[in-house]
């Protein structure tokens, strides 16, 4: 359990967030309500607080007593993760607030309701001595890039920037790490790139981050099926705390979260220490105004170079995707 404090500060700041979302009626006490038979939970490499609370085993204790089996499941992206929620073989998944957008105006019925870190977690990459030094200059050449991620988005979006289109690339459809293996052995001219991958290429052969833009990175979102929510809103409240009891554990044992990715992505610490140390915040959980101010400015983009319909209404797609609710709840329950 985190202390008091912990959880009074995150009810305060979610306060102003709670305004974003629709209201969401206290249940039962947790010890009462309906529970699942199983929750379907994933872990990411570029969700490395995952990695930590799926190595602690801490869900597994919070649900012992009601006998709830937790199954964990690897996302290889975020297009994966979305996926996995369209087939309800994921309850929980891991996300760019990017793709959770994407994914609403799809259709998909999710809410994004905590943020698990703000990174600079993609970038385009070429290799050390290839030519390539602006985004102009990548038309005609082949890019690899996973088709519904944070670095597709990415890469749309400096494309629109530099006046060109996807049309202007050749795309290689590839998941995020054989993109980077595909880079290495110059089978593609360029990469939207993802941690711990990007740092790797980095660290391992020199490749250059010839794009960079933070503000064009859209979080890391945890989302729930609005279903599985609606049904077992106190399941959710008590999977955020535990989140939040492994967010805070790794704000204060930094090498154990870097341990725990090196272990998992088969990195070296160098590669790890560069990814969380230099590229990974996560201090702040609460989905908010700065979130829903991003998702808004990064939709309307998509849509203006048709990834989202134009008859979508963005901001209220926005409005129906972020619910901080759930975090207020298992804030407000602390004893």
């Known amino acids: 359990m985190l202390k008091r404090r912990t959880f009074l500060s995150l009810a305060a700041a979610a306060v102003a967030a709670t305004a974003l979302t629709a209201p969401v009626s206290i249940a039962t006490p947790a010890a009462a309500a309906e529970q699942p038979e199983t929750i379907g939970i994933d872990w990411a490499y570029y969700n490395p607080v995952a990695i930590l609370l799926k190595n602690k085993g801490w ?17 290889l992206g975020s297009n994966k993760a979305l996926e996995f929620l369209r087939g309800g073989s994921l309850d929980f998944g891991s996300t760019a607030g990017g793709a959770s957008l994407v994914g609403r105006a799809s259709g998909l019925p999710i809410k994004a309701i905590y943020a698990y870190s703000k990174p600079e977690w993609t970038a385009l990459v070429t290799r050390k001595d290839s030519e390539i030094r602006t985004v102009a200059d990548l038309k005609g050449k082949s890019v690899a ?22 049309d202007d690339i050749r795309p290689v459809l590839l998941q995020h790490p054989d993109g980077y293996r595909a880079l290495e052995r ?12 990007m740092a790797k290429a980095e660290l391992e052969s020199g490749a250059r981050l010839f794009f960079r ?11 729930v099926r609005e279903e599985f929510a609606e049904r077992y809103p106190e399941t959710v409240a008590r999977v955020l705390k535990v989140y939040e009891k492994a967010r805070t554990y790794a704000l204060e044992h930094p090498e154990e979260l870097q341990a725990g990715l090196v272990e998992a992505a088969k990195v070296e610490p160098a590669v790890a220490a ?14 908010g105004a700065e979130h829903r101010a991003t998702f808004v400015a990064t939709g309307r983009v998509l849509q203006d170079i048709g990834v989202i319909k134009p008859d979508v209404d963005v901001e209220a797609t926005v409005d129906a995707l972020i619910d901080s609710s759930f975090i207020t709840r298992q804030a407000a329950q602390v004893k």
């Open 274 to 287: 560069k990814q969380l140390g230099e590229r990974t915040d996560i201090t702040n959980p609460v989905v």
């Open 59 to 75: 869900l597994e204790e919070e649900f012992a007593d009601e006998g709830v089996e937790i199954r964990w499941v690897l996302s």
């Open 145 to 166: 890039v996973t088709r519904g991620t944070d670095p597709h988005i990415f890469l749309l979006r400096a494309l629109s920037e530099a006046g060109l289109t996807e």
């Open 186 to 197: 110059g089978q593609v001219d360029a990469w939207a790139g993802l941690d711990p991958h």
């Open 213 to 223: 833009n933070p503000d064009l990175n859209t979080y890391g979102i945890l989302n």
